[in-house]
């Protein structure tokens, strides 16, 4: 019989289905895990952007989280967007202990430009889930904020991944989209006394762009989960995500997500 690992993600609900838990799920199965999740948030949203949030309470987060670990052997898990405060604490506290990798996905902002991450959050995700993170996996935006510098250049890479791996992490992966990358796309994995290591992918031209962050850090978290070294659970995610933009399309009105059953 065929062993499906099992992992988490722990993130916010996309009603468009391009991003968040849903793109989540898709891509661990995709990649042939079994897909579990604690919903954070429930956002209105369509390829045109984002209309409401709603947070449910704290304390049912901690529930959902709390009624998985105790149904199932976790393999690997990552979080998305967590949106309060609140939440994250009671993320971190339902995690403490874990015995299986953590992929932390500092989402903040949509791809439409709306905030997904409450100001007062950042220094409880600083504080209570960065630290022990076996890889933070910001791009150049999220990254920024983090480390309170703005990235130039691959020596601002360099500064910014060494303030961020002192929170904690074991690991990061800054991701390149958005820099200015006409044919090649970089991505930077950070580890902890070596340069930042360069690992490219060639640059897809579309405008179905919709959850490539969240799909990266799922296919890498899935990885994990299978046993993968990081950087290899890294480059496959990179060349799945490469392989769903090649193939993304529009469903409907705006920007369309990328194609999870792409093979």
Not at 138 to 167: F, I, Q, S, T, Y
Not at 168 to 195: E, R, S
Not at 209 to 220: D, E, K, M, R, Y
Request: proline fraction near 5%; include cysteine.
């Amino acid at each position: 019989m065929m062993q499906h690992h099992n992992i988490l993600t722990i993130a916010g609900s996309d009603s468009g289905g391009g991003a968040g838990i849903q793109a989540d799920l898709k891509t661990i199965m995709a990649l042939g895990g079994y897909g579990m999740s604690v919903v954070t948030a429930l956002t209105a949203q369509n390829g045109l952007g984002v209309a409401g949030i709603h947070a449910p309470d704290p304390a049912f987060v901690a529930l959902q989280l709390r009624t998985v670990l105790e149904g199932f052997p976790v393999a690997a898990a990552k979080t998305g967007m967590l949106f309060s405060a609140e939440i994250i604490a009671a993320v971190a506290e339902g995690l403490r202990g874990r015995d299986f990798p953590l992929v932390v996905d500092p989402v903040s902002v949509s791809q439409s430009g709306c905030a997904l991450l409450r100001e007062d959050a950042v220094a409880a995700l600083v504080e209570r889930l960065i630290p022990g993170a076996d890889l933070l996996t910001p791009n150049r935006p999220e990254a920024e904020m983090l480390a309170g510098m703005k990235m130039h250049d691959e020596n601002d890479v360099a500064e910014a991944a060494r303030r961020m791996l002192g929170m904690g992490a074991a690991a990061v992966l800054i991701k390149g989209g958005h820099f200015d990358n006409a044919v090649m796309i970089t991505d930077w994995l950070c580890l902890p006394d070596t340069a930042p290591l360069p690992l490219r992918q060639a640059h897809v031209e579309t405008a179905n762009n919709h959850g490539t962050g969240c799909t990266l850090s799922a296919a890498i978290a899935t990885g994990l989960g299978m046993g993968l070294p990081l950087r290899v659970a890294v480059t496959r995610g990179q060349e799945f995500v490469n392989r769903a933009l090649r193939q993304s399309y529009t469903p409907g009105k705006g920007c369309g997500p990328l194609n999870h059953a792409a093979v």
